[in-house]
């Protein structure tokens, strides 16, 4: 047995194929890499220098503590001389001089993307990437940053005659843009007002045939839906395109473009047969849930149902609900949220008392931002949400709405 022993042990790499290790080359090779906290050592695998991640991790001269174990902080050296971590954002990408534009036209309301315009300036980014080109984004406001969402240059109609919703002086700006540019194609989302009424202006006025609906764009095809959603039909990309949601993912945090402002092309308006008169207020209870902005909705932690609609009223939100709810009849079918009931695309999304089944976090996956509020740490609600209060909703409903009743009051 000794023997075999020490027979195994004198094996070397080129027998039992597993690296042998020096542990005075390793130390060598720790005093070596000194400050690097992370570095290749002997054998070719990284190696951490913890005692230097912990002298990076310092980030004040009260001593907290904050490790960043994803590679995308750097060390930097603050006032009080202890090493603060830096987080570095997306490298920005700059295109000069284009060889064509795509124009994106979103409806970008009160200065905000949709999930549909993102999807939009998603397809354009995969036009403009493939051969050298850039995407100018075509605006009536001013609001968020474009070259997060993929725009190169951005020209923004703020002045007063573009006040309001005018499809006449709309059309005519980017019209006007279309003049000067020549761009490409033209994307517009794909939607009853806004943006798709432009689109369609657009395309008669140019005297094309628009492509909508459009669920899939390449350069060489265009495939939107027909036939009351039952079909698709394929043709040649037009310069006019009016996109669907979901057409393409939108850019990731990752990505940046410029987003540089450009001066807009003057306007000749004539008289206009459209003026905007505001919008009128509608009853939230009458929205559908697939058009509504603000949703709140009810789980099977609801039991206080006076207090669920009180807080309903008092927010203007349309009111929503779990499978559970509604088929207690707690609230009518057309108000379930879910996979089998109706997918919504709210920006905000404030659920009480609802675990968080999958069919139910599928019909909320396209919602900006979704609040939850829930007794269980641990319910799948409260890892999908972006805040969270871990309390019982017959307390949280009374007490939202009396806060929101004294600032109604005060103000």
Request: net charge neutral.
């Amino acid at each position: 047995m000794r023997v075999r022993r020490r027979a195994r042990r004198s094996l070397g790499p080129a027998q039992s194929h597993r690296p042998r290790r020096d542990p005075r080359q390793e130390r060598q090779w720790d005093a070596v890499i000194g400050a690097t906290a992370i570095a290749y050592g002997p054998t070719g695998y990284p190696r951490r220098n913890p005692r230097t991640i912990r002298r990076q991790a310092m980030t004040s001269a009260a001593g907290r503590l904050r490790i960043d174990r994803s590679g995308r902080q750097v060390g930097t050296v603050g006032r009080a001389g202890v090493a603060t971590a830096v987080a570095q954002g997306p490298a920005i990408t700059r295109i000069e001089a284009p060889d064509y534009w795509i124009v994106v036209v979103p409806d970008y309301e009160e200065g905000r993307l949709s999930a549909h315009d993102r999807d939009v300036f998603g397809a354009a980014r995969k036009l403009a990437d493939r051969d050298g080109g850039a995407v100018l984004a075509v605006v009536f406001e001013h609001g968020e940053d474009l070259g997060a969402a993929g725009a190169d240059r951005v020209i923004c109609f703020d002045d007063s005659a573009c006040a309001g919703y005018v499809p006449e002086v709309r059309a005519a700006a980017v019209g006007a843009v279309e003049t000067e540019f020549a761009p490409r194609h033209l994307l517009f989302p794909d939607t009853i007002v806004a943006a798709g009424d432009i689109g369609r202006r657009i395309a008669a006025s140019l005297g094309v045939v628009p492509a909508t609906r459009v669920h899939r764009l390449r350069a060489d095809e265009a495939v939107g839906r027909g036939d009351g959603e039952r079909s698709d039909y394929a043709r040649t990309p037009p310069r006019v395109v009016l996109l669907a949601p979901e057409c393409e993912e939108p850019l990731g945090p990752e990505r940046c473009h410029e987003g540089r402002s450009v001066e807009a092309p003057a306007l000749a308006l004539g008289k206009t047969m459209i003026r905007d008169r505001g919008l009128q207020p509608v009853d939230p209870g009458t929205v559908p849930l697939a058009e509504a902005d603000f949703v709140i909705s009810a789980g099977n932690g609801v039991t206080d149902w006076d207090a669920f609609h009180a807080l309903a009223k008092a927010l203007g939100a349309a009111e929503g609900g779990s499978r559970v709810v509604c088929d207690a009849g707690l609230l009518p079918r057309e108000r379930q949220v879910g996979a089998s009931g109706t997918l919504i695309e709210a920006r905000c999304y404030l659920a009480f008392g609802i675990s968080g089944a999958p069919q139910h976090l599928q019909g909320i996956a396209r919602c900006e931002k979704v609040v939850a509020v829930n007794t269980d740490l641990h319910a799948e609600m409260v890892k999908r949400s972006d805040l969270s209060a871990i309390k019982d909703a017959q307390q949280v409903m009374p007490a939202l709405t009396r806060l929101l009743q004294a600032e109604a009051r005060d103000a």
